[in-house]
Structure formats: structure tokens, C-alpha cells
């Protein structure tokens, strides 16, 4: 099912751009031995899901038709 309505799209880009930016910065971390890192990028995939699980959109007035 593809996302058609404007806000959708972008609360999905903004949670996939931040989970790929937490996975980045753990594997940095992960490498660098660096547990700030983890912390950070652990917080920003946290983040993302919280997003991903409490955003509800408002439906278009054409759904409700």
C-alpha cells in the first residue's frame, strides 16, 4: 500500500531518515568503541519508533466521503 497524502509521506521520511541516521551513528559507535555514540544513536532509533507508533493522521476530507 503506497502512502498518498502529503503529512504521511513526510512523518514517514522523517521517521525512516531517523532511524538510518540512529543506525549510522551505533555502528559508528559500535566501531569507534565509543559509548556516547551508542547512547545517541540507541536514542534516535527510540525516537523514531515513538514517532512511528504514536503519529495517527488526520484522514483527508475525501475519505471521509
Do not use: C, F, K
Not at 549510522?24 to 565509543?34: C, K, P, Q, R, S
Not at 532509533?45 to 493522521?57: D, F, G, K, Q, S
Request: glycine share 6%; no cysteine.
Amino acid at each position: 500500500m503506497t502512502i498518498s497524502w502529503r503529512p504521511d509521506r513526510a512523518v514517514r521520511r522523517t521517521v525512516l531518515a531517523l532511524a538510518a541516521a540512529g543506525l549510522t551513528v551505533i555502528a559508528t559507535g559500535a566501531i569507534l568503541d565509543a559509548l556516547w555514540l551508542l547512547g545517541i544513536g540507541v536514542w534516535a532509533v527510540i525516537a523514531a519508533m515513538a514517532i512511528e507508533l504514536v503519529y495517527r493522521p488526520w484522514p483527508s476530507l475525501s475519505r471521509l466521503r
